[in-house]
């Protein structure tokens, strides 16, 4: 992405690590289009993050996502499912299903998350594809996956030593069913882009709330 910016790298486009949830080293409004790339569901509040990428963006400008969907990493789940079946820890299968209406929303979902944020006219693609992986190891040092969800998939199990018990386990499965083949992980991705309200619009947004505001206290 940087090699594409050329030389509007550093001027008109700018490259961040950063956490939305934890406000962004930018001024109010300066920005005509503010991206999140396959990061939005790992830095917390998902309406708060929408939010604070909307307060950097200019009025009239837009705010976009990309983010897998509800039906993503269903091959991984299915067998993260059976291992815990098979050691009997059905509390974690609970935490399984959580995690996953949490972090895993539908398209409809996620453009409620944009018009609770105040962004509106959201528009949005998706596309169900599937990664292909030579074996367990490949799965989890993918940079999709180690740098993604990985670490949200850890932390649903609360002991540290039960963690890589059990993510040992779940290795050589993958390794044990696959051996000579790939492992097929689906994936639901969702491009969703909407429009900051110009200030005149935000005004008739206030008044609106206001209105609804007092119908619910009368």
């Not at 837009?62 to 897998?68: D, G, H, N, R, S």
């Not at 509390?91 to 949490?102: N, Q, T, W």
């Not at 039960?162 to 993510?167: A, T």
Request: net charge negative.
């Amino acid at each position: 992405a940087r090699k594409k910016a050329g030389d509007k790298g550093g001027k008109k486009i700018f490259f961040r690590t950063e956490n939305a949830s934890e406000r962004l080293s930018f001024a109010d409004e300066v920005y005509d289009i503010t991206y999140s790339n396959l990061a939005f569901m790992e830095l917390g509040n998902p309406i708060e993050n929408l939010r604070e990428m909307a307060r950097v963006t200019a009025p009239g400008g837009q705010v976009a996502i990309t983010l897998p969907l509800t039906g993503s990493w269903t091959e991984f789940f299915d067998i993260f499912r059976d291992v815990l079946t098979k050691k009997d820890r059905y509390e974690i299968l609970k935490d399984i299903e959580i995690y996953e209406e949490e972090n895993l929303f539908t398209p409809e979902a996620v453009v409620e998350l944009f018009k609770k944020a105040g962004i509106k006219k959201v528009q949005y693609e998706t596309d169900r594809f599937e990664l292909l992986f030579k074996s367990a190891r490949e799965f989890f040092f993918a940079p999709v996956i180690e740098y993604g969800p990985l670490r949200e998939w850890k932390a649903i199990i609360k002991d540290p030593q039960e963690m890589k018990d059990l993510f040992v386990d779940i290795k050589d499965a993958i390794d044990t069913m696959f051996t000579g083949l790939v492992f097929p992980v689906t994936v639901h991705a969702g491009c969703f882009i909407g429009t900051k309200p110009l200030e005149e619009e935000f005004e008739l947004l206030e008044e609106d709330d206001l209105e609804i505001f007092v119908d619910e206290e009368e």
